[in-house]
């Protein structure tokens, strides 16, 4: 049984930095909304929910010379998605049938409870009737690309115990 967790744990948040990485570089091609509200998206509003200012959320180092990158909410992104990724391990070990659809059912679920559910519920994104179809589509599809992402690593490394 330790086994089972302490793999899960390693390999689910190996698996979400990868799915994170891909589903970030999703919404960077297709931006789900325009240049100032994903400026003041989500994890800005959330952790401004949490208590941080405005100034303390967008807090950012400098990188490659010039380039100014938010390691606050980079930093929360990373970690919801290493969460949700240790979660998926842990439970396809103990239900296969969470890797249904190769990890894209895991990653409509999660979208189902997160961005049309639980985000909207505590006020910090729009419910979906107030959103475009276009931006619902685009974070659908990131979902969907998310679960996929981590069901590949987690197969790809048989120690996690996630099989086909």
Do not use: C
Not at 61 to 79: E, W
Not at 135 to 148: A, H, P
């Amino acid at each position: 049984m330790f086994n089972i967790i302490f793999n899960a744990v390693w390999v689910g948040a190996l698996a979400g930095l990868f799915g994170g990485m891909v589903r970030f570089g999703w919404t960077k091609t297709l931006p789900p909304r325009s240049q100032m509200a994903t400026q003041n998206g989500p994890i800005m509003a959330f952790l401004q929910q949490l208590g941080l200012t405005k100034k303390e959320a967008q807090k950012s180092l400098t990188v490659a010379g010039d380039q100014s990158v938010p390691f606050i909410a980079l930093s929360v992104y990373y970690v919801y998605s290493m969460l949700m990724a240790i979660f998926f391990v842990l439970a396809a070990n103990f239900d296969g049938r969470l890797t249904y659809g190769l990890g894209t059912m895991f990653g409509f679920i999660l979208w189902i409870a997160v961005d049309i559910f639980l985000l909207p519920a505590f006020k910090t994104i729009p419910f979906f009737w107030h959103r475009s179809v276009y931006e619902l589509v685009v974070e659908m599809v990131g979902y969907l690309i998310f679960g996929w992402a981590i069901y590949l690593v987690a197969l790809g490394l048989p120690i996690s115990g996630v099989y086909l």
